[in-house]
């Protein structure tokens, strides 16, 4: 659950963070950045920020917003109804993200999960991006990505976007936001 | 025709163009953006600049820059093989953008075709796009775009690109450079 204030005052600050990219976004769209806090209360750690471009049926185009060492937790795209699951290109586009999918484990991590979800995070091989660079993600893979300590700005290119069959590690999770 | 040579002037301009835009590319990127000269021999007013981010059988981005008032020249992408032409939206990052399009011709509009060429150029409504503003052009319609004084960055988000099935209204056109 998030407080409609708490939602204002995370729109605000990732709006900054764009400006601070160099990005340019409209008036409304500003009003509308959503604000993902997962249900766990933590939006500091575990949280997201977003704003949708386009998503059609065809291709899906978003900008992610991550504060300082927020992170997008555990999750995977499944299969619906037949239709593959979704398959995203993350693009860095300022300050630093860790992206971690499954492989071998990387010994010496820059990032880590949050501190009492240790038990849902469970790919832990890591894919460092700075500015300038990409990774994609297979459809129906686990992953959960990280900021550094500036935060990052992430441009997320993608087939269409279902966000309410996304699948989670950490049951607790609640992908729509409940305002109160 | 395009020589090398200007080929790469014209891919260190794009570059800077980007980079003014706070735009970052790996230096491999910069080595390989793609320069459209269409066939016609005047880049400066008739070409694109383009940096293919990703095109998979699912979806496609890029960033396309335009020079001062060069011109991507009227186009549509056709139904291929019973899959449906590319489907496409515009986001101006930088500088600006007027995209034309079919609707009642624009009375006094911004840009116009390059000269010698105003036949090829039949759908006359014009969108204008400032930093953050979009369009979305549907699949199998005419367009055309122009960049303003300053030239323009352009984001392109898409269904998946096969930009040897465009059909231009110029038949002197040709997609795929020739690089002598």
Redesign the interface.
């Known amino acids: 659950m998030i407080t409609r204030s708490q939602v204002r005052s995370a729109q605000e600050r990732a709006a900054q963070m764009l400006a601070q990219?160099?990005?340019?976004?409209?008036p409304e769209?500003c009003q509308n950045i959503e604000v993902a806090e997962f249900g766990l209360g933590e939006l500091e750690k575990t949280g997201l920020e977003l704003v949708v471009?386009?998503n059609?049926e065809?291709?899906?185009?978003k900008e992610l917003i991550l504060f300082s060492r927020q992170t997008c937790p555990e999750h995977r795209h499944p299969t619906v109804a037949g239709s593959p699951g979704k398959?995203e290109?993350f693009?860095c586009?300022w300050g630093q993200v860790w992206l971690y999918v499954a492989g071998d484990p990387t010994p010496v991590k820059q990032g880590c999960p949050p501190a009492g979800s240790e038990a849902f995070y469970t790919v832990l091989h890591e894919i460092r991006l700075n500015?300038?660079?990409?990774y994609?993600i297979p459809p129906d893979t686990l992953h959960w990505f990280q900021a550094g300590n500036l935060g990052a700005v992430v441009?997320e290119?993608?087939?269409p976007s279902h966000d309410e069959s996304d699948v989670f590690t950490d049951p607790r999770i609640r992908r729509i936001p409940e305002i109160i």
């Open positions: 990219a160099g990005i340019t976004i409209t769209e471009y386009i059609t065809r291709y899906c185009a398959m290109t693009r586009r500015p300038g660079e990409q994609t441009s290119f993608s087939s």
